[in-house]
Every structure is written in C-alpha cells, then in structure tokens.
C-alpha cells in the first residue's frame, strides 16, 4: 500500500482542528473583504477632497475609526488563532513522534545519533508548524485577494485589469522555475543543521573529556566546517530568493507602472475619476503583492514538506510494539532461563557476536560471564532483554520461548544495572521510582539504604528532591552507580542482570558499589558480566567467552586448576593490580 505523501499526512492533523481552521477561513476572507473597503474609502476620500465636500469627511471620518478597529479585532483573531493551531499541531506531532520513538527497537537507536533526532524534534518541528499555521494560511490568502482585487479591477476600468493581470503568468513561471531548487537547498541546509546538532549534543555532553585532551582547538575547528556548510547552503538559499525577489519585483513594478501611465492618462482624458485611480493603484498593491510573495511563500512551504517528510520518516520506522507496555507490578514467578544453541549478529555485520551459545541458569544461581572486550558479553544481555532476536538458536524463561513473551512481560523478569548508570536529569527520587513507578519515599528511602546511597544522599541540600543533573552530572561515579543499584532494588525482579558495574570506579567506591550489589543479589538469580575476577570467585558458574563463543565454563577453584584462558586472564590481572597497588604505595 503506497504511503501518503508528506502533505497529505499533515492534512489528518489538520482536520483535527477543522473548527479553528473554520474560522479561520472566515476571517481570511473578512480580511480580503476589509482590505478592497480600504481601496473603497480611500477613492471616496480622495474624490470628496476633489469636490471640497468638507461635509462628506465626517461621516467618512467615522467610517473610518470603525474601520480600524475592526481591523485591528480582525488582525489579532487572525494572529492569535495562526499561533493557535501552529502549536496544537506541533505539540501533537511532538507527542506523536515520542510515542513512536520510545517504542522503536534498540537497533533503531545503535544506527540513528541521538543528535539528528533531537534535530526533527525541534528544527523540523518548528518548520512544519509555522507551514500549518502562518504559510498556509498566506497561501490561501494570497490568490484570493489577487482574485478579488482583479475583480474589482475590472470593476473600475477592464483595460487596466487585464494589464495587470498579465503579470501573474510570468510570476507563477519564476515560483515554478526556483521553486524545485528551494526545496532541494532546503534540504540540504536542514540535514548540515541536523549533522551539527549531533556534533553539539556529543562535545557538550562530554566537557570534562575535550578539556582533559585539550580538544578545543580541534573541536572548533570542526564546528567551523559543520557552521560554514550550514552557511553555504543559506548563501545559496540566499541567492535563489534574492533572484526570485529581484526578477518579481521587476516585473511587478514593470507592470505597476505601465498601468499607473495608462491611468494616468485616463484621468488626464477625463474617462477616470481621480478617486478610482487611487483605490486602482490600491488594489495594484494588493493583486502585485501577493502575487510576488508567492515564491518566497513556496519555498517556506517546501521547507517544511521536507522537515515533515524527516518527521514522518521517524514515524514510519518499524516499532518493536504497538502500543507502549504497561509496567508490571506483580512479580513473575521464575524456575529457569536456557538458552539453546543460540546465534546472532547484527544488522550489516558478516561478523556473528554470538555463536551456538547454550547455558542454563536456575533459580538462586549465579553466573558470572568473563572474557575479553568484544567477546559477545553485553550481546547476550541485550538478547535477554529482547534487544535483539536470535538468528539462530532459542532462549525461553521456564521453558517458553521469550519470542513468544510480551516484551513488557519479558522485561520484567530482569533488574538491570549497566556499567554507566543510565540516571536523567531530574531529582533523585524520579530517577529511582523508575525502578517501581508510584513507590513510597519509605519504600525509596529503604531502597537507598541497602545500596548504601542513603548517607550521602542526606547531606545533599534537597535529599531524595535533589536535582541530579545531565546524566547525573553533580554526582560521583560511585554515587551514580548505588542510585543505579537503588533503583534496581526498588524493582526486585526475579533476575539481576549486572553489565561490569564497577568498571570505572576507584577503590573506595568500589567497595561501597560491591557492598551494595552483594545485597542486592541475596535470594537472587544474577548473570554477572565482571571487570575484575576477583569479585566472582563465589559465583556457582563461571562462564569464559571470547569471538563469540563459550571456551570455558565452570568454578573459579576448577578453572584454576584447568590453567586455561580463565587461569590466564585471572593471574594476569593479579599481576597488574599488584603494580597498580605498588606504584600507589611509591607515589
């Protein structure tokens, strides 16, 4: 089935709000209405001061403070009801393309940067607003006030009408010849808006990192390339719009001129009345000007049928369910996870992450997973959480297939605490009901005491109502980590899934973390991918992985003894700490 176009799918928002477009259409035409009144009044001004009719100017005077201030009631009904809809349909859009992002599959977000869809967020957001609420409205205006003015035009004098209409052929030639290369520029422009984004949303995100490697030459040095394309393409659109400008104001001025000679000639010869040549050179005004904003308006148009197909194209990605899954606040209860001769690898790579990968983890069991970086550790976590499916192979919780699971289901099953800990910004206490949405400050004070967080927590100025910063920036890594572990308690799902929780912390906080984790695994499953060997040696199984593949398998004492891959990378890294703890002890 062939996907409507861009327009035709901002037309299904539109109509939502066919009230307001209603009346809005209403005061469209009362204003073209008001606009031919002006030419009106101001051919009868000018004849009465032609006759020295001084009576005539109080009723016009009258006439014409009312007409004002209908006018100005008009202009703002106008305005405010353009704005009106403008962030109705915005805000739906928004709301829409949240709903849709947040139910897109994890492989959406590892192939998108975050930053380009931060960009249609907001850039393409904007520009698809301002077309459905000021831009399409002109563009309905406009003819109609052309169409109008011609007709009263020819009301006053037909030879003149057709002179001036002879302009809008030429005029709609000019839109059609500059219109395509607006478009194809627009482009353009907001895809380098949308690659500089990214960039801004990577570097200030990450200050401590460019100042430490002092980046900030290089950095930008980059921005100026990023900034100059994005100025290119505005040069460019520049150019269009000024030729367009330039070639419809020549020949809307052309035009004007020829007519107001030819008038003037008729008022010289007495056939025109001096009033009618003022309201004629009026309503030239309101048939030229129009008609020379119309390509201007056009190109404002196709911008935002592009921003709106970028939109769209969001919207449109394959969603790994169809509505968003309800938390699930009652336990499931666990036996068993298998996982059977199990394959994968990710979209595009000939490389396979994961190769007839089979284990059985039980009730109460824990497993670590060890091996090197690449080896398909975190792969396996993400085929557990349903990132991913198998390309081969089976994984099923207590004998059923988790393909045949719902993902809110599946996901319940697991508490996961990954290496970075994954807080937003907001308070602390927002950032841990996540772990069990509408939980008691009891419940998420008892949370922050087992993950030996609620200490420090006290000392901060709001408590558990304390802002936390981008990413949870005013915290330490160590504090960041026992929030993580909070939160995770606070979900007390049957499964403890731990991605090398304490891979970048020092010692001191890695003895608060593995404190806290140790609490957190009593009287739980846990599958464990660990940094270092020596917080794993009480697992019940030890899993070694490497390009993929389970080499080993087995307890930390029976692997020793199989002086293996284990055994190696297990001495291996005693050796580096005792260097690591000499040279501390040096310094």
């Keep these: 089935m062939k996907k409507k176009g861009a327009f035709a799918r901002l037309g299904t928002y539109m109509l939502r709000h066919k009230l307001i477009y209603a009346v809005l259409l209403l005061v469209t035409l009362f204003s073209i209405v008001l606009d031919l009144t002006m030419a009106w009044f101001l051919a009868r001004i000018t004849d009465a001061a032609v006759r020295l009719d001084v009576e005539a100017f109080k009723g016009l005077t009258w006439f014409g403070i009312l007409f004002l201030l209908v006018t100005g009631l008009n202009t703002f009904v106008s305005a405010y009801l353009k704005t009106n809809v403008s962030a109705k349909i915005r805000n739906e859009l928004r709301q829409d393309m949240m709903g849709h992002t947040l139910a897109l599959p994890q492989s959406y977000f590892d192939r998108n940067h975050s930053g380009d869809l931060l960009s249609r967020f907001t850039n393409d957001n904007q520009s698809v607003g301002e077309a459905c609420g000021q831009v399409m409205l002109d563009l309905l205006r406009n003819p109609l006030l052309a169409v109008a003015s011609f007709g009263y035009l020819l009301y006053i004098n037909w030879l003149l ?89 020549l020949l809307g001025n052309l035009t004007f001129l020829l007519a107001l000679v030819i008038a003037g000639w008729f008022v010289a010869n007495g056939s025109l009345e001096v009033g009618a040549m003022i309201a004629f050179i009026q309503l030239m005004n309101y048939l030229v000007g129009p008609f020379s904003s119309l390509p ?29 899954p309800e938390v699930q606040t009652e336990l499931p209860g666990f036996g068993e996870l298998q996982l059977a001769e199990v394959s994968f690898s990710y979209p595009g790579s000939e490389k396979q992450s994961l190769n007839k990968v089979s284990l059985e983890l039980a009730r109460g069991q824990q497993m670590a997973v060890v091996g090197p970086s690449g080896g398909g550790k975190s792969t396996l976590f993400k085929l557990l959480l349903g990132f991913y499916q198998t390309d081969a192979g089976e994984v099923a919780i207590n004998g059923r297939p988790i393909s ?92 403890l899934l731990l991605d090398e929780a304490t891979a970048a912390l020092d010692n001191e906080s890695e003895r608060m973390v593995q404190q806290a984790i140790r609490k957190l695994m009593k009287d739980k499953t846990t599958l464990v991918i660990a940094h270092r060997l020596s917080t794993i040696q009480n697992a019940d199984v030890i899993l070694v992985m490497e390009n993929g593949e389970i080499v080993e398998r087995g307890g930390h004492e029976e692997l020793l003894a199989a002086e293996g891959r284990y055994s190696d990378l297990y001495h291996s890294q005693l050796e580096r700490e005792a260097a690591e703890e000499q040279l501390t002890t040096i310094a």
């Design 161 to 249: 009408a057709l002179i001036c209409l002879s302009i809008g052929p030429l005029l709609f030639l000019t839109g059609k010849i500059f219109g395509n290369a607006m478009r194809i520029n627009s482009v353009r422009v907001q895809e380098s808006m949308s690659r500089t984004t990214a960039f801004l949303n990577d570097i200030l995100g990450s200050s401590m990192v460019f100042k430490a490697f002092s980046m900030e030459r290089r950095l930008q040095k980059q921005y100026v390339g990023y900034s100059e394309d994005i100025a290119s393409g505005e040069k460019k659109k520049a150019r269009i719009e000024g030729a367009t400008g330039a070639i419809s104001s």
């Design 296 to 324: 201007g308006l056009v190109a404002s148009m196709q911008q935002s049928l592009g921003a709106a197909e970028r939109i769209f194209e969001v919207m449109d990605a394959p969603a790994e369910v169809e509505v968003l």
């Design 404 to 495: 045949r699971i719902p993902l809110a289901e599946l996901r319940s099953y697991f508490a996961y605490v990954p290496q970075e800990s994954g807080l937003y910004s907001g308070s602390i206490r927002d950032n841990i009901e996540s772990g069990k949405p509408g939980a008691s400050d009891e419940e998420i004070v008892e949370a922050l005491r087992q993950a030996n967080a609620y200490e420090f927590v006290t000392e901060l100025p709001e408590g558990i109502h304390t802002d936390i910063g981008e990413h949870g920036s005013r915290l330490s890594g160590g504090q960041k980590q026992r929030l993580s572990i909070a939160r995770a308690m606070l979900k007390n799902a049957p499964i």
